[in-house]
């Protein structure tokens, strides 16, 4: 127990992330985050005391294994599920319930069947109190963001993966949040489509100011997306390591093989890799 | 009945797949053309072939004439039940049983289902009750109705509701159940308010299987309608299907038994119409 207890604050003491959010607020404080799951084998610790802080307008991305918690922590930050232990603020007062100023885009699109693509975006704007009007034109400006302007009176199910999951961030996007949670969105999307997301989603940041916390298991994702990747243990869900990201921007897939760039994943794989075996040994003891 | 409405629904959603289907087989395509005008052809004779060969066998003496009438004998009684006025009035009857036992037990259905979907408690109150009381046939219920209600319409409208409502009631409780959660935490994310839920998400995600219970239920309003007439009225299609099998009028029965069928057809085709369109994402 104690053991990566202090690789964590090891961890946490080797970066420097918190230049930026000394000076202000940050927009997410995550503090000594646990959550454990009533399993029918018992109590299941999903995730052991996570803490990390993400400044406003920062990019931040969580790299980890498969079911080392990166969705619960996520859902968690957006009010869906509730801390066993520790607090999560964000910007600055308790998350209990969903909030309209947190946004989420989950793995996948969930978006309304039952409603055109712009009806689904104006949802959110609807449901703050926008009338019919105001809340059609947010979602007609959001549809031209997005490149979907032909599309906007077609249903879901006639739309590709790449296009529904547009629309849900677009959707996301409709109520101003001040914090965007994606929990890997592009995960089911192919190589080429989620290159072309990764460009979308960078230039919509541009715009929108939002915090933005990512989800994802792709290394590269995460290092053209982020400012900053934290990687996650395998279960229980813990911090290993966070790399801050010092890569120019804007930034394209060149940078997929500039030396800096390969700098850093090699940084991160071997944490990753370190960390796969331990996780590796120890299920074969136990 | 779950795995049913879960498989008609499935069957409901994909609209290219038959284009698929038939693309699949390459080798049928030069004469499929040929094929499908052949089966045209014998669509169209089905029916007519089938009442000629009837004319023929009844006429022919092999079966007894009074038993096996003919078709001409058969429309003959038609016109005659028509000409009479009693027609219109059995139809109505009929029509009037069948609609408002079905209106009665799927808005009972809709409504119970979705208080059983929504709230574990109200489930674990009703549906153990639901579920024994559902496999019993309504036709079993006609004594103890006749019992309660003696010949009055009060008593066809139970039987007619009493069948409608467990499966308007189950696959409502099953769509209920079924929304997917992804949509409610969408939602959530979104700002809709939790007792907005309900209109907002659930109600349109149930729809798809509300109404193909709906669209059972028709079919079942008419078995129960004959049970609810014959258990004794004054008028009504099977009624008079029944006055005229103890007159031995067994042409009147036939025509009776096909406006029945024909009535039942429609209000099936118009239902199927009505849900393409009340599923209109689809
Ligand atoms: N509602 C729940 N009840 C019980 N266990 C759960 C629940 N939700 C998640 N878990 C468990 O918690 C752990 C973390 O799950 P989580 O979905 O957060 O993983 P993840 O990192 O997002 O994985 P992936 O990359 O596959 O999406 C898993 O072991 C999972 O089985
Ligand atoms: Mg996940």
């Given at each position: 127990m104690s053991g990566y207890r202090s690789t964590t604050k090891l961890a946490l003491a080797s970066s420097q992330p918190s230049v930026k959010a000394a000076s202000k607020q940050p927009a997410i404080q995550v503090s000594n985050l646990s959550i454990v799951f009533d399993t029918n084998r018992g109590q299941m610790i999903a995730v052991d005391r996570v803490s990390f802080d993400v400044a406003a307008g920062e990019f931040v991305c969580i790299v980890g294994p498969s079911g080392c918690g990166k969705s619960t922590v996520l859902n968690t930050i957006a009010g869906l599920e509730l801390p066993f232990e520790g607090e999560i603020l964000v910007e600055g007062s308790p998350v209990g319930n969903p909030r309209p100023d947190i946004g989420m885009v989950f793995q996948q699109p969930h978006l309304f069947p039952w409603k055109s693509v712009r009806r689904n975006i104006a949802h959110g704007p609807r449901m703050l109190g926008r009338s019919a009007k105001e809340a059609c034109a947010i979602a007609d400006d959001l549809i031209a963001m997005i490149g979907l302007k032909r599309f906007a009176d077609a249903y879901p199910n006639t739309l590709s993966g790449g296009m529904q999951q547009r629309v849900a961030i677009a959707r996301a996007l409709a109520n101003e949040p001040r914090v965007l949670l994606m929990d890997e969105p592009f995960g089911a999307l192919d190589a080429q489509t989620r290159a072309v997301m990764q460009d979308n989603l960078l230039e919509l940041r541009d715009r929108i100011k939002a915090t933005i916390v990512f989800v994802t298991h792709d290394i590269d994702e995460a290092i053209v997306l982020a400012d900053r990747v934290l990687i996650m243990s395998a279960g229980p869900g813990r911090i290993l390591r966070e790399v801050a990201v010092n890569l120019p921007r804007p930034r394209s897939s060149a940078?997929?093989?500039?030396?800096?760039?390969?700098?850093?994943?090699?940084?991160?794989?071997?944490?990753?890799?370190a960390e796969g075996l331990r996780a590796f040994n120890q299920s074969d003891s136990s | 009945m779950e795995i049913g409405a879960?498989?008609?629904?499935?069957?409901?959603?994909?609209?290219?797949?038959?284009?698929?289907?038939?693309?699949?087989?390459?080798?049928?395509?030069?004469?499929?053309?040929r094929f499908r005008r052949l089966n045209v052809l014998v669509g169209v004779l089905s029916i007519p072939l089938f009442v000629i060969l009837w004319e023929l066998i009844s006429r022919s003496g092999i079966v007894n004439m009074v038993l096996f009438p003919p078709p001409t004998v058969v429309a003959a009684a038609v016109l005659e039940w028509m000409r009479s006025g009693q027609f219109f009035w059995d139809v109505a009857a009929s029509l009037y049983r069948v609609s408002a036992g079905f209106l009665l037990g799927s808005a009972l259905g809709v409504l119970?289902?979705?208080?059983?979907?929504?709230?574990?408690?109200?489930?674990?109150?009703?549906?153990?009750?639901?579920?024994?009381?559902?496999?019993?046939?309504?036709?079993?219920?006609?004594p103890i109705v006749i019992l309660w209600f003696g010949l009055s319409e009060a008593g066809k409208l139970f039987l007619v509701v009493w069948g409608v409502f467990f499966t308007v009631w189950l696959s409502t409780h099953i769509g209920v159940q079924k929304v997917d959660r992804g949509l409610i935490r969408a939602a959530l994310m979104l700002g809709t308010p939790r007792r907005q839920m309900l209109q907002?998400?659930?109600?349109?995600?149930?729809?798809?299987?509300?109404?193909?219970?709906?669209?059972?239920?028709?079919?079942?309003?008419?078995?129960?309608?004959?049970?609810?007439?014959?258990?004794?009225?004054?008028?009504?299609?099977?009624?008079?299907?029944?006055?005229?099998?103890?007159?031995?009028?067994?042409?009147?029965?036939?025509?009776?038994?096909?406006?029945?069928?024909?009535?039942?057809?429609?209000?099936?085709?118009?239902?199927?119409?009505?849900?393409?369109?009340?599923?209109?994402?689809r």
């Open positions: 940078i997929l093989i500039e030396p800096t760039y390969l700098a850093l994943k090699r940084d991160c794989l071997e944490v990753i890799r | 879960e498989a008609i629904v499935q069957n409901k959603t994909p609209k290219r797949a038959a284009v698929t289907a038939g693309a699949d087989r390459p080798g049928r395509r030069p004469t499929s053309g119970l289902g979705i208080l059983t979907g929504q709230f574990p408690v109200v489930s674990s109150l009703l549906s153990p009750l639901f579920q024994i009381l559902r496999p019993i046939p309504p036709i079993a219920f006609v907002e998400i659930i109600l349109l995600g149930a729809l798809p299987y509300i109404v193909v219970g709906l669209r059972t239920a028709v079919s079942i309003s008419f078995y129960t309608l004959v049970a609810a007439e014959l258990a004794g009225t004054f008028a009504g299609v099977v009624y008079r299907i029944e006055i005229a099998q103890q007159n031995l009028q067994t042409g009147q029965v036939m025509g009776g038994l096909a406006a029945l069928g024909l009535i039942s057809f429609i209000a099936d085709r118009l239902f199927a119409a009505l849900a393409e369109r009340t599923v209109w994402w």
